[in-house]
C-alpha cells in the first residue's frame, strides 16, 4: 500500500543463533511496495530513541500514522534459573522500550488523521498455564498490554484524542527465528506464518481510528470477523488442524 517505514532495533550483524537483521527487513519492506528505512537504536536509551524519531521525521514529514510496538526479547527460563543480566535485557526491552518509543513518538502520532498505536502483546490479565513456563518474559509482555491501557486513558479519556491503541497477540506459535531457537523444528512445524499476525495488524490499523481503541486483539479473531475460516494456509503445516 506503499507505506513508509521506520524500523528502530539494534539488530544490524547476522546473529547465527538468531537470524535477521534490519537491513534484511528494509529490504522486505521495499520489496513489497513501501519505503523504508533502519536505524540502529537501543530502544531502552530515552536519548537514542528521540534522536532516532527526530531523524526519522525529517524524512517522512513530521506524522506518525502507525506505531507498532513489537521489539520484544525472550528467555525461556524460570525465575530461580534466570540470568540477572538477561533479565535486564528483557525488561529494558520489552517494558521500558515500549514506554520510551510511545512517549517519543507520541507528539507526532497526535497529527495523524488516521493514528493507530498497535503493541505485540496479551490481553494485561494473569494465566497462571502460560504464566508457570517463562514468568519473567510472559510478565513483561503482560505488562506491555497494560501500558497500551495507560496510554489509550491518558490519550483518549483524559484529553479527548482519537488515538486507536489495542494490543494484538497471535493465537497459535508464530514461526519465527526465536521460536526456532526455543522449540528446534518440532516447534516450528505446529506453528503459523508471521503472515497470519501481519494480516490482522493490517486491518486493526487501517480501520479508521474513531472505530475501536483498548481492544485486546487475537489473530485468528480478527482475521475470522472478516470472513476467514481457512486458517490452513497459514500453518507451517498445511496439513496440521487446528
Known sequence: RGASVVILAQSTTENPSLPGTV???VRACVAAGGD???IKTDIADEGQVQAAIKDAMKNYGGVIDILVNCASVHFPQRCA???VKRYDALANVNVKGAIVVSAACMPYVLLSKNPHVLTIAPAPRADKDWLSPHAAYSSSKIAMGFIARKIHAELNVQHGANVSVNTLWPRYAVATAATNFIGGETLVSMSR???CVADAAFRIVTTPSRNFSNKNFIDQDVLSAIGITDFAPYNV??????
Not at 237 to 242: C, G, Q, R, V
Request: a negative charge; hydrophobic letters at 40%.
Open 23 to 25: 537491513q534484511q527487513a
Open 36 to 38: 523504508a528505512i533502519a
Open 81 to 83: 534459573d534466570m540470568d
Open 193 to 195: 506464518t508471521p503472515a
Open 237 to 242: 503445516d498445511p496439513t496440521l488442524e487446528k
